[in-house]
Nanobody, 122 residues
Framework: QVQLVESGGGLVQAGGSLRLSCAAS????????MAWFRQAPGKEREFVTDISGSGGNTMYAGSVKGRFTISRDNAKNTVYLQMSSLKPEDTAVYYC???????????????WGQGTQVTVSS
């Protein structure tokens, strides 16, 4: 069983930056692909980015490509999401997820964090 705990959310002005962290329990962290999803009020949960277990492969949604960067530190069992040039439309609850498959499909992920709120003011 893997437990995921996100942190780092908050309120930021448009154009600003935030870094989210997701700390994972367990000794097999490096075998899991990790992803970030987000859900805005009244909208479906959407894929943001993911990273393979080794960190060698990453994938981004078009809406965040060039502004967000995912990374991981397997020695610390932590995945990060660096968000820059934030826009009001990035406002959402951001969820960390872990799974055996490197994919953008949310149902493929076995473990989810509780979410952290990111609010971008205009």
């Amino acid at each position: 069983q893997v437990q995921l705990v996100e942190s780092g959310g908050g309120l930021v002005q448009a154009g600003g930056s935030l870094r989210l962290s997701c700390a994972a329990s367990g000794r097999t962290f490096s075998t899991y692909a990790m992803a970030w999803f987000r859900q805005a009020p009244g909208k479906e949960r959407e894929f943001v980015t993911d990273i393979s277990g080794s960190g060698g492969n990453t994938m981004y949604a078009g809406s965040v490509k060039g502004r967000f960067t995912i990374s991981r530190d397997n020695a610390k069992n932590t995945v990060y999401l660096q968000m820059s040039s934030l826009k009001p439309e990035d406002t959402a609850v951001y969820y960390c997820a872990g799974g055996r498959l490197y994919t953008s499909v949310p149902s493929a992920y076995d473990y989810w964090g509780q979410g952290t709120q990111v609010t971008v003011s205009s």
